[in-house]
């Protein structure tokens, strides 16, 4: 059975840090690229940041590009999203999914407020 | 970055309807589009990939079409729970961007 359990998430104040974890099991993680999408409250979905499947090319929305890194480790199965330079528009519940077969976490409330 | 119509962004239906969903990109993106099912407090749930291949265990009452920019998910007959909010994705090229979506309610 295909999990991805995403951890990380709190509140933090603006100008923050803060890094996600998505622990991955059921399939073969370097096969896969993988993917953070972002919700803000009430809001539709946003896509953030892409790691493809060795970890070798990255991709990232405008809107984080330069602040938010993304990697994986393989010898844990995990992805990770490294938040710098956090603002209040990046409140948010941020799910990590291997968007090409449908895997999505359930997701980590970011909450980025004084 | 391409970006993605999606239209209407809400609509009421009743148990039966059919309803029709579309989106339109901003340029060509081939067949490179998918479409979520999401609930309030839940992950996207992907339905449809590559514009119109329904994932496994998806009811058939669901369809998708289109190519290029223009594309069109439709529920053949509503159920009950199909009450929801719909979002297409184009996965051509990144930034990968969503619909601003749809949300289906009960008229």
């Known amino acids: 059975e295909v999990q991805l359990v995403e951890s990380g998430g709190g509140l933090i104040q603006p100008g923050g840090s803060l890094r996600l974890s998505c622990a991955a099991s059921?399939?073969?993680?370097?096969?896969?690229?993988m993917s953070w999408v972002r919700q803000a409250p009430g809001k539709g979905l946003e896509w953030v940041s892409t790691?493809?499947?060795?970890?070798?090319?990255?991709y990232y929305a405008d809107s984080v590009k330069g602040r938010f890194t993304v990697s994986k480790d393989h010898s844990k199965n995990t992805l990770y999203l490294q938040m710098n330079s956090l603002r209040a528009e990046d409140t948010a519940v941020y799910y990590c999914?291997?968007?090409?077969?449908?895997?999505w976490g359930q997701g980590t409330l970011v909450t980025v407020s004084p | 970055a391409i970006q993605m119509t999606q239209s209407p962004s809400s609509l009421s239906a009743s148990v039966g309807d059919r309803v029709t969903i579309t989106c339109r990109a901003s340029?060509?993106?081939?067949?490179?589009l998918s479409w979520y099912q999401q609930k309030p407090g839940k992950a996207p749930k992907l339905l449809i990939s590559?514009?119109?291949t329904l994932q496994s265990g998806v009811p058939s009452r669901f369809s998708g079409s289109g190519s290029g920019t223009d594309f069109t998910l439709t529920i053949s007959s509503l159920h009950p729970e199909d009450f929801a909010t719909y979002y297409c994705?184009?996965?051509?090229?990144?930034?990968?961007?969503f619909g601003q979506g749809t949300k289906v309610e009960i008229k």
């Open positions: 999914a291997v968007i090409i077969t449908g895997y």
């Open positions: 059921g399939f073969t993680f370097s096969n896969y690229a």
């Open positions: 790691i493809s499947g060795a970890g070798g090319n990255t």
């Open positions: 340029q060509d993106i081939r067949k490179d």
């Open positions: 590559a514009a119109s």
């Open positions: 994705l184009q996965d051509y090229t990144y930034p990968q961007t």
